[in-house]
T-cell receptor, first 114, second 115 residues
Framework: GNSVTQMEGPVTLSEEAFLTINCTYTATGYPSLFWYVQYPGEGLQLLLKATKADDKGSNKGFEATYRKETTSFHLEKGSVQVSDSAVYFCALSPGGGATNKLIFGTGTLLAVQP | DAGVIQSPRHEVTEMGQEVTLRCKPISGHNSLFWYRQTMMRGLELLIYFNNNVPIDDSGMPEDRFSAKMPNASFSTLKIQPSEPRDSAVYFC?????????????FGPGTRLLVL
């Protein structure tokens, strides 16, 4: 089956620290991979995505590389800011069919302290 | 451009009452998704439509839940009768197509509390 596993939170960092949030997946076929971010009281926003192996998605200083050999899509940022505090969701869209339905991980809460 | 619009933003009701959640997708988007978010189960896909036709409703919890999309610009999710365990945030999302890799755009959600 298809599933996504994220590291447990919360992750608490000081401003300007390096961020890694781990995400691994199980999928049949060739999925597309996404990171979404949810700020308090809001809906989810797409942060970045990658649609094939070795692709790197990037946005707002965040990056993630689609690693087929390790079935991973870890999120990184070199220097976090207080404004990055949010819940981050890793998700996949299963391959093998004409559908973009999403399967989400459990989410990782990031708290950045000044 | 307006994003996905959901109403109401908050709903408090009593057990046994009917609840209707509404969604207006982004204009020109052909696919619409309903998700439920709870602390215990995370984000779950309930149902999705393509060109107003339900494609996959395997996530709908039980017969108390029903969803319709009468036209390209409107969808409803109805719970009848509601129960306390239905308390959650319900999100609607839309996308231009349904191909793998197509981005979904989420609405702000409806926070439902069933007493």
């Amino acid at each position: 089956g298809n599933s996504v596993t994220q590291m447990e939170g919360p992750v608490t960092l000081s401003e300007e620290a390096f961020l890694t949030i781990n995400c691994t997946y199980t999928a049949t076929g060739y999925p597309s991979l996404f990171w979404y971010v949810q700020y308090p009281g809001e809906g989810l926003q797409l942060l970045l995505k990658a649609t094939k192996a070795d692709d790197k998605g990037s946005n707002k200083g965040f990056e993630a590389t689609y690693r087929k050999e390790t079935t991973s899509f870890h999120l990184e940022k070199g220097s976090v800011q207080v404004s990055d505090s949010a819940v981050y969701f890793c998700a996949l869209s299963p391959g093998g069919g004409a559908t973009n339905k999403l399967i989400f991980g459990t989410g990782t809460l990031l708290a950045v302290q000044p | 451009d307006a994003g996905v619009i959901q109403s109401p933003r908050h709903e408090v009701t009593e057990m046994g009452q009917e609840v209707t959640l509404r969604c207006k997708p982004i204009s020109g988007h052909n696919s619409l998704f309903w998700y439920r978010q709870t602390m215990m189960r995370g984000l779950e896909l309930l149902i999705y439509f393509n060109n107003n036709v339900p494609i996959d409703d395997s996530g709908m919890p039980e017969d108390r839940f029903s969803a319709k999309m009468p036209n390209a610009s409107f969808s409803t999710l109805k719970i009848q009768p509601s129960e306390p365990r239905d308390s959650a945030v319900y999100f609607c999302a839309s996308s231009k197509g349904q191909g793998v890799g197509e981005t979904q755009y989420f609405g702000p959600g409806t926070r439902l509390l069933v007493l």
